[in-house]
């Protein structure tokens, strides 16, 4: 299975077991991706092609990482923190929900991680931990999805999923399986690239108004001074390029996965290359430190 011996070659390459230290960068963050999802696959039923618990612990880690109280305003998809940097600019959804203002601050709100600045990002690895996460619970149902589709066929009988006649795939035909597996597979791709994206970022924070009008008053009481404005100091990514080069390791991968069940075999082969040629290198210690 190259998804588990991906994780296993990776896992080889940390030096230390813990999810995350600190980096010689003062404002990096290093995490260890790899070994965090190693952990949690071998204690929660991946080993023994479990999908679906390792599904449902997702979502219970999920629940742990959004609620978290320094971060909860970003990641909770809730109304009450709409006024969060991780609110979707083109969110135009409005509250239709009749009733109490608890029913209206507990209302949908759609979320863009990639608004939040990198300093932001790197002020907490729940940033990072929670697409992760979903990229894996995606992951996961797909191949639970896939391992019934695999039982209809091979039993040819609806009442394979269950003897209960309660499970409501129990009358899903071998395609509906197909179509359900890949939008879940297509959903951890989209993830994992997100998990790439946020490792990648150099977002600035937004600029203040009232600094910058400071700025501009403080300009024109000078006689003579000039009116230009100092250059923006550079911004540097959340993370490490060790942490980089692993959160490109899995979202090519996954990326191989979506490309393989699509049948797109020079796709799959240039992901899958790449993510290999990334584990090398992070075997051999060629990430920088600094």
Not at 93 to 114: D, F, M, P, V, W
Not at 192 to 201: D, G, I, P, R, Y
Request: with cysteine; proline share 4%.
């Amino acid at each position: 299975r190259p998804h588990l011996s991906l994780h296993a070659t990776l896992s080889l390459t940390m030096a230390s077991p813990s999810t995350t230290t600190t980096a010689p960068h003062p404002q990096q963050l290093r995490l260890y991706l790899h070994s965090e999802l190693t952990t949690s696959h071998t204690t929660h039923g991946i080993t023994h092609e479990d999908y679906t618990q390792y599904s449902t612990y997702c979502t219970r880690r999920l629940a742990r990482l959004r609620h978290s109280k320094s971060v909860k305003k970003d990641l909770l998809h809730v109304r009450l923190y709409k006024s969060s940097l991780s609110t979707k600019t083109n969110d135009n959804t409005t509250t239709t929900t009749s009733g109490g203002s608890k029913a209206k601050k507990n209302s949908y709100r759609a979320i863009e991680l990639t608004n939040l600045p990198s300093e932001v990002l790197a002020s907490h690895v729940n940033y990072f931990l929670e697409p992760l996460y979903c990229a894996e619970r995606c992951w996961a149902a797909s191949l639970a999805l896939k391992a019934q589709m695999t039982s209809v066929i091979e039993n040819d009988n609806a009442n394979a999923l269950g003897s209960d006649g309660l499970n409501p795939r129990k009358d899903w035909s071998v395609g509906k399986f197909r179509a359900q597996s890949m939008k879940r597979l297509k959903k951890a791709v989209k993830y994992a690239t997100l998990v790439e994206s946020l490792a990648l970022s150099t977002k600035a924070p937004p600029p203040s108004t009232e600094s910058a009008e400071t700025k501009v008053n403080d300009n024109d009481e000078e006689d003579g001074a000039t009116t230009t404005m100092p250059e923006e100091r550079m911004v540097h990514p959340p993370v490490d390029e060790h942490t980089q080069m692993e959160a490109r390791a899995y979202a090519s991968f996954m990326r191989g996965n979506l490309a393989l069940e699509m049948n797109q075999w020079q796709t799959a082969c240039t992901e899958y290359q790449m993510a290999m040629q990334l584990c090398e290198a992070l075997g051999q210690g060629l990430a920088t430190t600094g």
